[in-house]
Structures are given as C-alpha cells and as structure tokens.
C-alpha cells in the first residue's frame, strides 16, 4: 500500500467530521436540582454520537429525564429541531416508554446548561443513537416507579400495571408525581442507568411505530414559535457584519469614524469589523458608510470552469490523518481488469449550497464574563467551545441554547455567527442579534463539496468481476459499493479546495453514489441487460433488492407506454446510514430542458418510528434532490460568487414538483435508522439515467444539462 | 396621523400603520422595509426574513388584504394601510380554517417558511375560496420552503379550500 495511505473504515464521513465531539457538563448536582425542581433524575448513556470506526467508547450521559414532583416529565437531550423532527421523535419515544400521551411531557433539546451533550445532530444518529437511549432512561424510570409502588403496597411489582402517568392496581392507582416525592424512591442521581431494562416491544408500541402530529406546530401556524433570528433581549441592538468583496481578500485599512459619526457600535478586531445600532436598517447604513472607506488586497482565485481538473490536481495524495487520502482493496483488482471486459468513465458534481430558509442567526448577551448565546447550529457544544476559545473562557462560562431552528440539511455545523454576535455584544455592552443576510448564507456559510470521480470496472457477462473507484473531494460517505463484486478498490483523495466545504444531506454519498450509479447503468448498457435487472444480478444485499423491486413495481419498470422521441425511464438505488433508497423515475427531455414526469421512491430505514414524519422526510429529501440534479451549482470566478441569490441559484419551487409516490417499508424486525438524508442520494443518478433513455446521451456531470442540438 | 417629521434627524418620519387591528407608530426612515418595522419595532417576530428580494416571500402580510412581501414594502407605503400578519390571523386564540388545515396536514417541517405560506393561502382563499389545484399552484408558487415540504403544503391548502364533508 502507497505511503501515507489508511486502510481503515471510511465511516463515518470525512468531511462531517469536522472536530471530534468534546464532552462536559456544565451542572453538578446542586445546580440542577435548582433548575429542575426537586424529583427524580435519571441519567442514561449511549454510545459514542457518531463513533469513529470500531471504537465505541463508554461516554458521560446523553440524555437526562427528569419527574418532577409536581408532576412534570423532562426529557433532555443535546439534540436540535431543524425540521427534521427530531423533538416529536424524542417526545414520541420517551412517551412510549413512560405510557403517557407525548404530549403530557416536555423535551429540552440543546441548551448547553442543562441538558447533556449528545453530539452533533447530523449523520442522520438521532434515530438510531439518541432515541435507544432516551428510550432507556424512560424505561429505567418506569421500572423505578413501578418497584417503588409494588413496594408501598407489598405486591410483586408483574402484578401492577402502568398508564396514562400513574401506577395501578386494581382499583388503586399512585400517580407519578405522588411516587417522585416518595421517600421510599432514591434518585439515581448521576448514576448510569442498566443497559438491561426491558424497552416496550414493537408488537406492543401504542405510539412509536404511529404518525404524531408535530410537537410545536401549534407555534408555528400562528407565529409565536422564535426561531434564533427571532429572540429579543431587552435593550437589545442589531448587529452586521463587514465583508470582504472577494474570497481572501485581506482587509488594509478602514475608517470607522463615520459609524460612530452615526451612532452605531463599530468594532474592529483583526480580520473582524462589524456595526450595531438600534435598528437593523441604522447598522446596514453605518456598515455601508464605513465600507466606503475600506481598502482590500485580494489575490487569484479560480474559477467553477476549472473545478474537475482543478480537484484533480489538487488531490492530496499523501499524508496520513484522519482527513488524509483513503484506499482500501479487496482481491487482486488490477489482475481481474485485466481479464474481463472493460469500461471506464469520469463524473463530476459541482459546489451546491445549502440555502436554508432562515439564514445564520445568533443573539449573544454577556453577563461580566460569562456569555449566553441563542442561535441556530447542529453543534451546540461544539460552538460553545468554540466561543469558549474565541473569547478565552472556560466552556462552562458559555451557554448554548439552540431554538428550534430555520433548516439545517448539514449546513449549520459552525458557529461563525455566534461568535460574530458575542464579539459585537461585548464591544456594545449590550445583547446584539446578528442576521446573516441571503447574499451572506450564499457566499459565506460552507458548501457541499464539489468532486470528481474516475471509475473503471470489468465485465463477465453480466456479472461485476472488478471495480475501481477513485473519488477526489465528495467525502466518503457511501464510497464503498453495495454490489457484490470479487475484486474491490476504493481510493479517496481529498483535495485543497477552492471554496469552504462541509456537511450536507448525505454529503458524500450524493457525489459517490452519482457516479457509481450511472456507472452501473453504463455496464448495464455495454452488458445488454435491462438496468433493473443489472443491479439484482449483482446485488447480495437483499434489503437494497427490496426497495429496488418495490420501487420498480409501483413504477411499472421499465414504464409501460412505448417510448415516443424524448421520453425515457431511469433507476438507481443507494444504501447509507442503515437506510436504502431505490428512486425511478420518467423524464420528458423534448421542452429543451428535463422535465421530471414521474417519480415513485422506495425507502426503507428499519421499524419506522413516525409514519407521517418519515413520509414527510422522504419526499423532502427528494425533492431537494431534484434542486441539485437539475439546477442547483456554485459557479465562481475571481472570488466571488456569479449566482448567490435565488433569483440567479435556482432551488426547487412547487410548479417544479412532479407527482410522486412514496413507497415505505417498515421493517419492524430491524432497528431504526434516520430517515432525512439517504433519499436524496438515488435522485441525480435516476434521473440522468433517464435522460440517456430519452437522448441516448450520457450525462456524466451535474447538474444535468441536455445534449446540445 | 399624518405623516410629520419628528425628533434631530432629518430623514426620521413618524409612520402609523394599522396592524393586526392596531394602530402601531413607529419613527423611522422612509424606505425601511415594512418588515424590519413589523419584527424591530412592534415585535412581531413571526413574519419571517428569508431574501429580501421577492424571491423567497417568506415575509408575505397582507397590505389591505393583498399578500404582500413586507421585505421589498417601504415602510412609508404603508403608512395608513392594514396591514395583517400571521400573528393576526388567529383570533382569541381559535385558529383559522388555513392553520388548522397546516396543522393536520402537518404542513411545516422547520415551519420557518410557514407564515409566508398560511397569509398567503389566507389571501387566495378569500378572494378565490375554490381554488382549482392550477390556482392553487399558480398563488403559492413565488414562496419558496427549502425543507422541501411542498406536497404537505399543497395539501394543507386544498384542505382549507375544501373542508371535510364539502366535495365541491
Ligand atoms: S424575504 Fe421577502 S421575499 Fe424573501
Ligand atoms: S418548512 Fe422549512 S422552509 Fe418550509
């Protein structure tokens, strides 16, 4: 093996692995009996959020529930609410295990203060990680109650019963409240709870496994629900920042005078320069009147033109670390190329962004030293330790409170923002709320990384003998083929990009499976084999075969109306995350541009906790596919962006959604995994694999542009 | 009241717009935008910031019962209308046929592009109230929901335009 190289898992994915999660805690005991009220506190432990490779180490709590002795259930974890309907699953969960309504508790997600740190909220692991663990604690705490009240009534404790928040027997029933105030009921304080306590069976799950209506909805029909970009503080200004007019450009000099000629707060720190006022209009006006005054130095900067050439050249082809290139073989792959039938195509994906409809926010607001920001981050440890850095204090200094937030799809991992606010709040002496403005989310927020792929494969009638797969920049999610192939070689080069990259739904399963299943339609193709029956000769993997083959039903594979001119049917399919995914699709390409006519998807990710959530998720994730298969691409030159607005980056809108059908399996025998991401993974290749049916031209790039007259 | 100047600056008018069935006053430059007034200066958070270009419309109110979007509405060209938003819709807390449509079809995912949905649809239904799903289509297709949500929402609107036990 090359120097440098690693043979290790590639999961999970390089690139939203930004930094290693930090675990502490902010409260001891003492604090959170303050905090909560007195009542029974029961802590459980999960595996590591997003462990790398094998090890699985024991970490401190994950989850926090606590009884209140007036009554209240508090489940609290370090999760957030982007959409994706992480609070309902969690309220959902605890309810089961607790046998009340979900709505009869309250889930507390990401305040660094008081609930424990889970991670990030990202790799699709509250599903699969978070929810087994809140499951447990509310299952350690009905035990508890349960053996507390056999206890009190001298009965064996299989001879009571528990629902709708009370113990009962008979005629008698105590409630939970009454048995958190029991003396008899030793709080478990800190203590891990058994990993042994008996979860509720799916066969007997009265509200996991069934649709529940939002939690929160409520708030959100009627505009009460605050959103980061919406908190106020009293006496509270409103913050913006200067930025440079290029990508590198390098701040001279600059005049603040006129700012404060305006009264507004000017700040410059380094490479930092920002304005707040009492309005948000008077900071714009003060940021514009010093921004005249600005002097930069800005530098080359390539252009999108040049992406997969670019990437090419700048792969890192040594060098170890965990960012550093990854190649993995199986068998002897130079040998079987050689002996089988050969193809060997290239793909690329450009930049795409995420656009999230509520932009970067963050509300800051010190008290002497100690700092508390409200904002909208997948990461709220991880920010609080990053303005714990930035502002040289402990973490425990910091608070992190994450409200439910605008969208996230793996575009708020960072904490940029925060920091921004809590500089300009300390220089104001009061709260400050920074906004990033659209054109600001566009060019300054990370991108879902631009790649390139080289792919090479042999043929034995039709059967994969061999697979050479070499992906440059995409990260590594579902790099590895699903197919059962003898001989394997996977290679990944990270590369030095142009632009700031990071997480994405999926990430670097969009670009891998992309290539790889056009790829596979191309063998079908040059094997003369129908594109469907391809896959399942090839495939071992009988869960990926079942949502291929639901999919392919419902659809009619291969369509069932003969093919007029620009008329054609594509499919593809993807495992990630413990979730597969099996798109078809049916494109018109005759109205000089694709047309999507018809999508049906199957997916399936385990038991499924909420029908109607995972219903909702799916079809989403869907259709933000078509956004970055059919229109969605960064384009760049001179460091600056050529389309960072909606009017110029085209996301999909409702006349753009084609009727679709979902179709999902619940695999109640298997354990759940997420929902939100794996879908969009089968779009782009489905549909470009349509296109060649309709054209007889391959598309090897995104997005997908029909071949020239 | 009449428009008037007021207070040392120059540019800083007095502006009275009727909002939510209240009269609301601010002082303020003429040509900030209708919705930094609603969210700064009367604290009505729900209308929502997404472009502030007329691309997004997740800041739709309605300005004498037209959806407008309050990002690219001068502050000054609304002085003296009614202006509604979402925190107006519901009133003593029983929810509008819309919302309560959102609701059951569960028709936010993030909810952050939800109020620019519901007044819009308000509008629509009040000057159209049997929308064909063209219509329907047509009205709703400036408002962008990034979470993609799009089939839910659709189906939120074709509730409220056909409540259950009317087939129309
Ligand atoms: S914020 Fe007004 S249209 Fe987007
Ligand atoms: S629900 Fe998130 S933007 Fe529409």
Redesign the pocket.
Known sequence: MPEGFRDDLFEPDRKELGEGPVYRFALDRREWVAAMGAGLLVTAAGEVALSAGAAVAEIPPSTRLHLGEDGSITVLTGKVEVGQGSRTEIAQAAAEELCVAPEDLRVILADTSVTPNDGSTAGSRTTPSTVPVVRRACAAARELLLRTAADSWDLDPTKLRVDAGSVAHADERVSYAHLARSSRLTSTGDDAVPRRVPLTKVGDWKVLGRSALKVRSREIVTGAHRYPSDIVRPDMLYGCVLRPPSYGAELMSVDLAPATRLDAVAVRDGEFVGFAAKTSHEARNAMKACSETARWQSGPHPSSEELGTLLKARAQTSGGGRRGPRRRESGDVTAALARGTNLAHSYEIPYVQHAPMEPRAAVAEWDDSRLTVWTGTQRPFGVRDHLAEAFRLRPEAVRVIVPDTGGGFGGKHTGEVAIEAARLAKAAGKPVSLRWTRAEEFVWAYFRPAAAFEVRAALNGTRIVAWDFTAYNPGTAAIETPYAIPHVRTQYFPCDAPLREGSYRGIGATGNNFAREVFMDELAAAAGVDPLEFRLENLADERMKAVLRAAADRFGWPGTESFGPGLGTGIAAGFEKGSYIAICAEVRTTGGRVEVERLVSAFECGAILNPRNVQAQVEGCVIQGLGAALTEEIRFEGGRLLNGSFSRYRVPRFQDVPPMETVLLDRTDIDSAGAGETPIIAVAPALANAVFAATGERQRSLPLRLPRA | MAPGRTGGRRDITRFTVRVNRTEMSTDSPAERPL?EVLREDFGLTGTK???????????TVLIDGRPE????TPVSSAAGASVTTIEGLASDGDLTQVQRAFLEADAAQCGYCTAGMIVEATALLRRNPKPTRSEILDSMNPHLCRCCGYPNILRAVEMAARPEGDDA
Not at chain 2, 49 to 59: D, I, V
Not at chain 2, 69 to 72: A, G, I, M, T
């Open positions: 919705l910031y997404g472009c502030g270009e007329g691309q997004c419309r997740a800041c979007p309050s990002c690219l």
